[in-house]
């Protein structure tokens, strides 16, 4: 507890650790009562949401250790709500999933429940999951669309609850207008039931401390995160760069066009002491399809970098206090600034992950021991729906697939793995089979997409999927088909995105990287994630360890001559030419 | 006259603990870890336990043994050269893993640990569905190629982890049968045999640390059998990850369920003791000469984990997702730090102090133990404070040499700090107490407990010397020194029931499964873990079967363990347990949806062989009244005469005020100015605030 903090009553060291582990912890119980009774794939194997505690003023006190990239707009999702029910009641419940009402996209569904202790409004509760299906003309709600209102389901903020109970007329809307609606209503139950943790946790801090205690308490979480943030910020040098990357485009040919157009997002940013500044002026204007992020996406991406470069450790609670010492400019109108009716459902992840590794980027040029070459930078995301022949019922399958992390200043990148700012889990294979018509023929590392480099960038990974009986409804969304992951200080890019399909004739012809599509019975449809950059020149790679790579098949001979210049003295022992 | 021998092996010291099952009199032998040879150090201590006792092996009524073998060859790298066979497309399994990071901000965090290399993954043709259906038939004719291979590779060791074989089993079994036959050098293990449950990554990654760690268990273990069969002794039981006894043929089927073996005792004996005194909230802290672990019991319940991850970058501080092992069997929950009497002090380049995570270990040692360590260690640091006695020999007739102790203070902390040797010293103990306290604070206030409801035990050779301070750092209002702290997890040992847990997934709907089909796979471990308690040599009245099925409503992705009745599997029985489920799912979650169907996905069977209670006394002696006293530093009041007790002429309802020490052969506790220790009817040392 730093002395500075300016608190309204003196809070003992003691309790107020105990008190804020307390808070972190109960919103790590909303996070396992949510993932463990949730019915939606993408919800309980993926860990495709998140959950939060909010003061009454709607700022974020503590998040669950879920995803950095809803960082930046739950806060504003839960002042929505009180903007708009400024009156709310024990009994209430409210929902909204609109990104221009501090949503992100439509497929995440925000529930808010106010946490009372007596008549006395003590906080909230907001748990904000991923619905494997939100309406629209396409399983999933991922189609390439030109306006919002072809995404979906769009709910401003909206009582769910009243006198404590479901409101039939709100939820006959809701359920009338999503896929598999009862799996829906098993994800809401979920939410609810999660958000009813977070009301009994706070509940029983306010009868063991107090209720003005514990709001004191809640005060002080966010001062000593902003304190922390900025003594971690001091540490960093001044300095001013620009990083700018291109994006594969927006899903939608414009007309008389025959390729989806790129488009750049460029972000300036100023350090200065304790503060810093993100300016993303030069950044291409709206987009037709819906790479458009609302502002709150984009600085869930710049909160979660700078976290990372400041906090490795993760010393400092993620909460609306850290994020004070930061600024962000951005042009209304502009991809990182959405304006209605501008579509939103790719940006939320597509954008988000891509300014993260944007401010990794010039933050390698103020610091270069801190930041790492491009990682994926996409979500990667397959989705599937149809009939299922075994149970005639209507599916969605939603997957992510994750490539890898770049190459760091003193060490590799980590291979397939979720990158900075995301943290799904895969879906098992099994439990994918045995509940969608699927067979998954391929699940695998392909070599040399790892960028080359002092260190090696993080290999990608393959997925296929075998559609079983019946002609399925395909969706994509994947970045860096175009723009590989750049490598940094040297290093090379890391191997570029692939999604293509094999009919059951045996052609084989690629598929859009973003938008729907038919996938015929028996056919295969493969998805070659994004690799990552690698840091530093190839020719200072360790020979050992290249020749250990090439044995091991990481990277092939044929890579080793052209990135690295040659195995050197030595080459591969026989042992691992053999598989 | 019955006797039950407990031996744990500590990074310092091997203890031997006797316990007379009659009296529940205790003896403690402690002799030095062999790091080289584990079962070396175990010999000495039997050999020595048996001559001391004096104890007739025919009248020992149970050996057991707790090891940190499977962990440390999982930590150290030091298991098997091993193979991995999978379905073709699949050979990256355990490293892909579930693709998540351990940590959210660490851009620098090390990528997972990978037990196979992938120059030695290996795929076979072969496919079966999700309905258990063959889809591509096992291509017997690659079987050869593979066979070549792992020969040529020189494998000791291969897990095989084929897809649904947990529905069906042919194809990977047909493959252990050609494995085994054609290479019976090679340790196989089939994810069939050792982990029958859904999910391929979990499952491959438990197989694969079986067949990691077996060849070294193995070896291991038959060298024990050897020489404790050589001494008459009853054949030897190994201590399980959550808590209960396994015979050797047991673990060797799977060593997985024995990782955290050593660990697990203390945890036991903390919970025994917990019983016996009718204290329901325990912290359980545990400081040996390399590790310090942290463990509660809440309620009399002993934390337990499902989702365990064994070695790792992350394992050593607190259990983390994403950069050990993981493995599908239950564990005891615990935080560990690199913090125990043989961690050695020394500057980093920035001149600040920093203690550990290096340990002097058993050899060389301290410096104060002359077997030729010369770098400071924190218990030396004690002994230069005075806390340890070096008049006396201390335990393995070590006699501490306190010139030794200083020398090595001041020339690597003192000097170059430019202060005294004692203010080095106790430099050091802070340092190491407050890594020590993260430990405690993992377990407790990390997880919302608020350490002020609970009482410290505090054992291992290192515990009590240190317990007191960290209660004063965390507010906790009592320290309990249980009898024989330095050997406290061996006694743990002797007082555990033999357990194994039984897994099958049986993956159907629970409102229309026949009973037929749930009795035939409950009956069928039922009759394993019978058999089982039988070749341990329990008397059948001793063993019990607990049921327990893996439920959750059809579209979720996690199951709540269900307790299920015994006897006859009914329709009726059925019905109950699908009732328990919405209940416990009600309970746990705060909502319940009795109207929809229910998914069976794992059916589970824990064997319990009971072995009667025992309960622990510390045997004391008429005391002498002669006051001792030796000179020690204590942070509030400077160098003081404390008191010193022999802790076996403390009789029940003695009161001792600190400052003072008390000295027993295995453990030296300490206890600081403003504080007072009480001695309860049983022996146990209750230390609060004066």
């Not at chain 1, 972190?24 to 939606?40: D, F, G, H, N, Q």
């Not at chain 2, 402690?30 to 104890?55: C, H, I, M, S, Y």
């Not at chain 2, 990390?446 to 960290?470: M, Q, T, Y």
């Not at chain 2, 199951?559 to 029985?573: K, Q």
Request: glycine share 10%; proline share 7%; net charge negative.
């Amino acid at each position: 507890m730093p002395d500075s903090a300016p608190h309204k009553r003196p809070i003992d060291a003691a309790r107020f650790e105990v008190v804020k582990n307390s808070l972190y912890s109960a919103a790590e119980e909303m996070k396992i009562v949510l993932a463990k009774t949730a019915y939606s794939p993408v919800l309980k194997a993926s860990g495709d949401y998140s959950c939060g505690i909010f003061d009454v003023a709607g700022n974020m006190v503590a998040q669950g250790p879920d995803l950095p990239i809803h960082l930046g707009s739950m806060p504003d999702t839960v002042r929505a709500v009180i903007e708009v029910f400024p009156d709310a009641t024990p009994d209430d419940v409210f929902i909204h999933n609109d990104p221009y009402h501090g949503g992100s996209h439509l497929p995440d569904v925000n529930v808010v429940m106010p946490a009372f202790f007596g008549d006395r409004l003590i906080g909230y509760g907001c748990v904000r999951a991923h619905w494997a299906d939100i309406g629209s003309a396409t399983p999933g709600s991922y189609g390439a669309v030109t306006e919002i209102y072809g995404e979906g389901l769009r709910l401003p903020p909206i009582r769910l609850y009243r006198d404590g109970k479901l409101d039939p007329s709100v939820a006959a809307i809701i359920f009338a207008n999503v896929r598999q609606a009862s799996e829906r209503q098993g994800d809401l139950r979920a939410q609810i039931a999660a958000n009813r943790r977070a009301v009994a946790r706070l509940q029983a801090l306010c009868e063991r401390y107090g209720a003005d205690e514990l709001l004191c308490i809640m005060d002080a979480v966010l001062d000593y995160s902003e304190t922390m943030m900025r003594a971690a910020l001091r540490r960093i040098p001044d300095g001013d760069a620009t990083f700018e990357e291109v994006l594969d485009g927006d899903g939608v040919i414009a007309p008389g066009a025959t390729e989806d157009e790129t488009f750049t997002i460029r972000g300036t940013i100023c350090k200065r002491g304790d503060g810093i500044t993100i300016d993303f002026t030069g950044t291409d204007m709206r987009v037709a399809g819906p790479m458009n992020a609302p502002a709150t996406v984009t600085a869930s991406g710049v909160f979660g970098a700078l976290k990372m470069i400041a906090d490795p450790q993760n010393r400092i609670p993620p909460n609306s206090g850290a994020w004070r010492p930061i600024t962000i400019h951005s042009v209304p109108g502009s991809v990182v600034h959405a304006q209605p009716p501008a579509p939103v459902v790719y940006a939320n992840h597509e954008i988000s992950l891509r300014v993260s590794d944007i401010i990794l980027g010039a933050m390698h040029q103020i610091t270069p021991d801190r930041a790492v070459a491009g990682s994926q930078g996409t979500g990667g995301v397959v989705i599937f729906g149809g009939r299922d022949y075994r149970t005639d019922s209507v599916y969605v399958s939603y997957e992510v697939t994750k490539g890898g992390v770049g190459a760091r200043p003193t060490k590799d990148g980590i291979n397939a793995i979720a990158g900075p700012l995301a943290n799904q889990m895969n879906t098992p294979v099994e439990i994918l089979e045995m509940s969608f018509p699927l067979r998954v023929e391929e699940y695998s590392l392909v070599p040399d997409t790892g960028g080359a480099g002092r260190y090696r960038g993080g290999t990608a990974a393959r997925r296929s999927w075998r559609i079983l009986n019946h002609d399925a409804q395909c969706t994509t969304c994947c970045e860096r088909t175009v723009t590989a992951p750049p490598g940094l200080a040297g290093g090379l890019a890391g191997g570029a995105a692939r999604i293509w399909i094999t009919l059951p004739d045996g052609t084989s012809r690629p598929v859009t990287s973003k938008g729907a599509f038919i996938a015929p019975s028996g056919s295969l449809l493969t998805i070659d994630v994004p690799g990552s950059g690698g840091f530093g020149p190839p020719a200072e790679r360790d020979r050992a360890v290249l020749r250990e790579d090439v044995i091991d098949g990481y990277v092939s001979r044929e890579s080793a001559d052209r990135d690295y210049g040659g195995l050197g003295s030595g080459g591969p022992q026989s042992e691992g030419e053999q598989r | 006259m019955a006797w039950r021998l407990g031996i744990d092996i500590g990074g310092t010291f091997t203890d031997v603990a006797i316990v007379n099952e009659v009296t529940g009199g205790i003896g403690v032998v402690k002799v030095p870890t062999t790091p080289g040879d584990f079962a070396q150090g175990v010999l000495n201590g039997l050999g020595k336990a048996l001559a001391v006792g004096p104890v007739d092996p025919a009248a020992v009524a149970l050996l057991a043994h707790g090891t940190t073998v499977v962990t440390n060859a999982l930590l150290e790298r030091k298991g098997a050269r091993c193979g991995f066979i999978a379905t073709r497309g699949f050979r990256d399994l355990l490293e892909l893993r579930r693709s998540s990071k351990a940590s959210l901000y660490d851009l620098l965090q090390d990528g997972p640990d990978i037990l196979v290399p992938r120059r030695f993954r290996f795929e076979i043709t072969e496919r079966i569905d999700a309905q258990g259906e063959v889809v591509l038939p096992l291509a017997e004719n690659e079987i050869p190629r593979l066979i070549e291979a792992i020969r040529a590779a020189d494998l000791e060791a291969v897990s095989v982890s084929l897809m649904f074989s947990f529905l069906n089993d042919a194809h990977e079994r047909r493959l252990g049968t050609r494995l085994r036959e054609a290479l019976p050098g090679v340790a196989v293990f089939l994810s069939c045999e050792v982990l029958p449950e859904i999910r391929e990554f979990e499952r491959a990654s438990t197989t694969s640390v079986c067949a990691y760690v077996a060849p070294l268990l193995t070896s291991y273990l038959a060298r024990l059998a050897d020489a404790t069969a050589a001494l008459k002794l009853p054949p030897l039981h190994v201590m399980g990850s959550s808590g209960g006894i396994l015979d050797i043929p047991e673990c060797l089927r799977m060593p997985a369920a024995v990782v955290e073996s050593g660990p697990a005792a203390g945890v036991v004996a903390a919970s025994l003791i917990g019983r016996q005194l009718g204290i329901a909230d325990l912290i359980s802290f545990d400081m040996g000469g390399t590790t310090a672990k942290a463990s509660v019991i809440s309620g009399g319940e002993i934390a337990v984990t499902a989702e365990y991850e064994v070695g790792g970058a992350a394992n050593a501080k607190r259990w983390l997702h994403g950069t050990g092992h993981p493995i599908r069997v239950p564990v005891i929950d615990l935080a560990e730090v690199s913090a125990g009497g043989g961690s050695i002090a020394w500057l980093d380049d920035g001149g600040a102090l920093k203690i550990g995570p290096h340990s002097a270990g058993a050899v060389p040692g301290p410096a104060a133990y002359g077997r030729g360590g010369t770098r400071p260690t924190v218990t030396d640091a004690n002994v230069v404070l005075g806390y340890l006695d070096p008049a006396s020999p201390l335990a393995g007739d070590l006699v501490v040499d306190r010139a030794a102790a200083s020398g090595a203070i001041a020339r690597d902390v003192a000097e170059p700090l430019g202060v005294s040797v004692e203010e080095g010293a106790a430099k050091i103990l802070e340092i190491v107490n407050a890594n020590m306290c993260e430990a405690l604070r993992i377990v407790s206030i990390e997880r919302g407990l608020d350490p002020r409801d609970f009482s410290l035990v505090a054992f291992g050779g290192a515990g009590p010397l240190h317990a007191v301070a960290l209660a004063a750092e965390l507010a906790i209002p009592e320290v309990i020194i249980p009898p024989a702290p330095g050997a406290f997890s061996a006694l743990g040992l002797v007082a555990s029931d033999v357990k194994r847990d039984y897994s099958r997934t049986l993956y159907a709907d629970l409102g229309t499964i026949g009973p037929a089909q749930v009795g035939d796979v409950v009956s069928e471990m039922e009759a394993d873990g019978a058999a089982m308690l039988a070749r341990a040599g329990l008397a059948p009245e001793a063993c019990a079967m607990q049921r327990s099925a893996d439920l959750r409503y059809p579209r979720q992705a996690y199951e709540l363990t269900v307790p299920f009745e015994g006897g006859e599997v009914t329709r009726a029985s059925l019905d109950r347990l699908m009732t328990t489920f919405h209940q416990r799912h009600e309970q746990t979650y705060g909502h319940a949806n009795p109207g929809e169907p229910v998914q069976m996905v794992n059916l589970r069977v824990t064997a319990v062989g009971r072995i009667p209670a025992i309960r622990i006394r510390q045997e004391t002696q008429p005391a002498r009244r002669d006051v001792r006293q030796r000179p020690a530093w204590f942070p509030e009041v400077g160098t003081v005469m404390a008191a010193v007790h022999r802790r076996e002429e403390l009789a029940p309802g003695t009161t001792i005020a600190g400052p003072c020490i008390i000295d027993a052969l295995d453990c030296t506790a300490v206890i600081p100015p403003g504080w007072t220790g009480r001695v309860d009817a049983d022996g146990y040392i209750h230390v609060r605030r004066s």
